[in-house]
């Protein structure tokens, strides 16, 4: 019998009911049965500061750096925000960046799916993503890219409920975590 397969996932947005989340939840929903998931909450972590970064430094990014390093799979929703990926995504990747080649986030297998209430769903945000993940030296396999346009029409009742959308993803999602 395989152990199950373990996995964080990370919302970009703080809000408590932002579509980050659903689509999350959602993605979580159709992983493989008996997987493992858990939601990081990026809100937690201080302004990164090289001078709290230590041993003895915050112990949110103590306990956020363990759950990623005991994980299989890192899952990421991510809005985009003024052409690019928020800055309290962006905070949190910095602070589970380091120690720089030496992270956590190194050689993981992640994930991710971009979305907005426009018509090109946050691919903006996928360049800058996919670059401050390929510095993290995380493994990005090459998958056809999760982009979710208009998405406000796409959830109702707090569930990801266009099929287009969900079949699309699944099939996504399915193909990420076979490469695993």
């Known amino acids: 019998m395989t152990k199950p397969l373990r ?8 809000r ?3 579509y980050c989340k659903i ?9 493989p049965a008996g997987s493992e998931f858990v939601s990081l909450d990026i809100g937690e972590l201080p302004h990164y500061n090289q001078d709290l970064d230590s041993p003895v430094g ?3 990014v103590h306990q956020a ?3 990623i390093a005991s994980a299989d799979v890192v899952l990421m929703v991510v809005p985009e925000f003024n052409h690019g990926i ?14 720089a080649f030496n992270s956590c986030m190194v050689g993981k297998p992640v994930m991710f799916a971009t979305l907005s209430p426009g018509a090109l769903g946050g691919v903006r945000a996928q360049y800058q993503l996919r670059e401050t993940l390929a510095a993290m030296l995380c493994k990005l396999d090459p ?12 959830v109702s009742d707090g569930q990801l ?7 699309f993803t699944q099939k996504i999602l399915s193909q990420f975590v076979a490469q695993i």
Do not use: H, Y
């Not at 928020?86 to 120690?99: F, H």
């Not at 409920?161 to 079949?167: A, C, H, K």
């Open 65 to 67: 750096r363990d759950l």
């Open 161 to 167: 409920t266009d099929e287009v959308t969900r079949t």
């Open 143 to 154: 998958l056809p890219e999760v982009a979710i346009t208009f998405i406000g029409q796409k």
């Open 16 to 18: 408590a009911d932002s």
């Open 23 to 31: 689509v999350l939840n959602s993605l979580a929903d159709m992983l």
């Open 86 to 99: 928020p800055g309290v995504l962006k905070n949190a990747l910095d602070w589970l960046s380091r120690p």
């Open 58 to 60: 915050p112990a949110q």
């Open 7 to 14: 996995i964080v996932g990370m919302a970009g947005s703080l």
